[in-house]
């Protein structure tokens, strides 16, 4: 109430005189006043600094929603080229040595080379002989790929523990690309020890730092191909040294009656020859006779000269024959030593990328920004919509 009214009030009623009438006058005229008070309000205007933080938070809140993260590394690698299984970093500044690893490098690893398009080398060859594997068969070659992505402060710390844990569990890195804030390896392991290295490389940091996939692939169909173009290559490499073996008889057998024939003959020849006779026709009966031995042999010599080509040129076929079995049979074995190593083997890629406060705070609580967000509009609208002091007066 206005107390600037009061006191020209009261300075009215002390002038007069005080009869009690007068009081009963007074008291009316101070009760009106009061009924009238909430009637006659004045209310501020919103003041320039809640319009300015209204704002501003505002600003915030959206900075907060639309850009996730912004102080988080936005690594280069991603958009590295992929040539031959090696990413190739532009901005690399961490080089690992062997004293690094505690291994010397070069080392024998005794590992199988890296799935880099060996199914597909292996389809080509056997691609005929793929066929649907029947339920009989429960055989599994499993062929397991393995992933590991972890949010680490420390990106190169910890890539050289996991380089050294791979290699302490009899395992081969293939490449890696390290720098302060994002790392990729790839490497290999037994798989007769792989669920041991994957319990200690998960024990790095907490589960909520990790994000991990494994993917498993039978290649039955693959080994069942190869069975059976290695059975066909060792049967036919059977048959043809047995069609060799029979031709090498037939030959001998050909070329021993025509060597006979030509033995025989020529001892024919040499009977006529030292023959002693002075009648002329025993000795043209000698002369004839020994006319159509020595035709004989030119014939039988003219036989062995053309079973000698003939035996040669078949043999070598033959030969030729078993030699691209053997090497088939030989480029089998091979790819089935390679499909075996995948088998036996686990390829797999550690990726560890740097992780910023804010991305912390959301590993933990997932909502974190919205709710930060939602806390500043309620605190905004209490702002401006709080009631406001109001000030009376009298008139």
Not at 26 to 50: A, C, G, Q, S
Not at 162 to 184: E, H, P
Not at 192 to 211: A, D, H, L, P, V
Not at 237 to 259: C, D, F, G, M, P
């Amino acid at each position: 109430m206005n107390k600037k009214n009061f006191s020209k009030l009261f300075s009215d009623w002390g002038k007069g005189k005080q009869h009690s009438f007068n009081n009963e006058i007074l008291k009316t005229r101070v009760l009106d006043r009061l009924e009238n008070v909430n009637n006659n309000k004045i209310k501020r205007p919103i003041p320039f600094w809640k319009i300015g933080f209204a704002l501003s938070t505002a600003v915030v809140a959206v900075i907060l929603v639309f850009q996730m993260g912004s102080d988080s590394y936005n690594t280069s690698l991603y958009n590295s080229k992929y040539n031959g299984g090696v990413l190739y970093e532009s901005d690399s500044n961490y080089q690992m040595t062997a004293s690094d690893l505690g291994i010397s490098y070069a080392q024998e690893t005794g590992l199988g080379s890296r799935d880099y398009g060996m199914l597909e080398s292996v389809r080509s060859k056997v691609g005929n002989l793929l066929s649907a594997v029947p339920a009989s068969d429960t055989r599994e070659y499993l062929k397991t790929d393995y992933s590991l992505n972890i949010k680490s402060r420390e990106v190169e710390k910890l890539s050289k523990r996991a380089q050294t844990t791979i290699r302490g569990y009899g395992g081969r890195i293939d490449s890696s690309s390290v720098n302060k804030k994002y790392s990729y390896i790839e490497f290999i392991v037994p798989k007769s020890k792989f669920n041991s290295f994957q319990e200690e490389i998960k024990g790095f940091t907490s589960s909520r730092y990790i994000t991990e996939s494994t993917r498993n692939e039978n290649l039955l169909a693959e080994k069942r191909a190869i069975e059976s173009g290695v059975k066909q290559a060792s049967s036919s490499i059977i048959s043809y040294e047995n069609e060799r073996k029979n031709l090498v008889n037939k030959h001998n057998q050909t070329v021993a009656t025509l060597k006979k024939n030509i033995d025989l003959y020529s001892y024919s020849i040499y009977i006529y020859q030292q023959e002693k006779t002075t009648s002329t026709e025993r000795l043209k009966i000698i002369s004839d006779n020994v006319y159509y031995y020595t035709n004989l042999i030119n014939s039988r010599k003219k036989s062995l000269d053309s079973e000698n080509t003939s035996y040669n040129n078949q043999i070598n076929i033959i030969d030729q024959k078993i030699k691209n079995q053997k090497n088939q049979l030989a480029s089998l074995n091979t790819t089935d030593n390679n499909l075996m190593g995948v088998v036996e083997t686990v390829q797999g890629s550690i990726v560890i990328e740097w992780i910023s406060v804010p991305e912390i705070i959301g590993l933990y609580i997932p909502y974190y920004r919205y709710i930060i967000v939602g806390a500043i509009i309620i605190l905004v609208f209490i702002l401006i919509y709080s009631r406001p002091r109001s000030f009376e007066y009298i008139d």
